[in-house]
């Protein structure tokens, strides 16, 4: 993206807002590139645990972002302790379901291994139990499957440890500003100690806390 920014200051110093605009250059069409992230969010729910108790959990979420409108196609939230090949594969089920049932020709993720989880991105070879026996076809040569290449789905990936090369961040920046940060109870801050003082707290009263699926259909209220 090209930054065009306006000289202001008449004694030939820069202001400290740029006036100008961000230039995308897209040759996509919509539907065709989808951007894929995941990260934990800064809210608090409630969940039960192996005992069947309500405890706080902060849950984590999976979004998928259409590279030509922005439009976000797919923001699912989950209870598990990180994210896996199943919450991605979810999301992305989502994703197929919102766009008519119409695959992207590709999807560009950043290079953590849960995007490049062997099975969704990368072949892995099948076996009717891990360790035993090889599923093989009729010439003896054994299954590799992967769900992008069955679906003929190419797979882009951002260079590593830069933020600007996944854009899908500035929608996270959008969910914590518009969305988390004025949801109360649940708001934890980005951290402990930038928590705002003015929100409500749940204040270890985990009654207080919404489930996950009240935050989901939130979540997804906001996002429309």
């Known amino acids: 993206a090209d930054v065009i920014a306006k000289y202001r200051s008449p004694k030939g110093q820069w202001g400290d807002k740029f006036m100008g605009f961000v230039r995308r250059r897209c040759n996509c069409e919509v539907g ?15 969940a039960t645990n192996d005992q069947g108790e309500w405890v706080a959990v902060r849950p984590y979420m999976t979004a998928w972002m259409d ?39 590709k999807v560009y993720v950043d290079n953590g291994a849960d995007f490049l989880f062997r099975g969704f991105s990368r072949p892995v070879r099948l076996a009717r139990k891990r360790g035993k026996e090889i599923l093989a076809d009729s010439e003896g040569e054994p299954y590799d499957y992967c769900v992008l290449d069955a679906l003929g789905v190419e797979l882009m990936t951002a260079a590593p440890y830069n933020g600007q090369e996944k854009p899908v961040e500035r929608l996270f920046l959008d969910f914590a500003r518009g969305w988390e940060q004025p949801w109360a109870p649940g708001y934890t801050g980005n951290s402990p100690r930038n928590r705002p ?4 707290t749940w204040k270890g009263d985990v009654d207080r806390l919404p489930t996950l699926q009240q935050a989901q259909d939130d979540l997804n209220y906001w996002i429309e």
Not at 33 to 45: E, K, L, Q, T, Y
């Open 32 to 46: 065709d590139v989808i951007f894929g992230d995941h990260r934990i969010a800064d809210i608090w729910v409630k």
């Open 67 to 105: 590279a030509r409108s922005g439009y976000v196609t797919a923001a699912t939230m989950y209870t598990a302790e990180h994210p896996n090949h199943r919450s991605i594969l979810d999301a992305f089920l989502l994703h197929v379901r919102n766009c008519g049932n119409r695959v992207p020709s």
């Open 197 to 200: 003082d003015q929100l409500l």
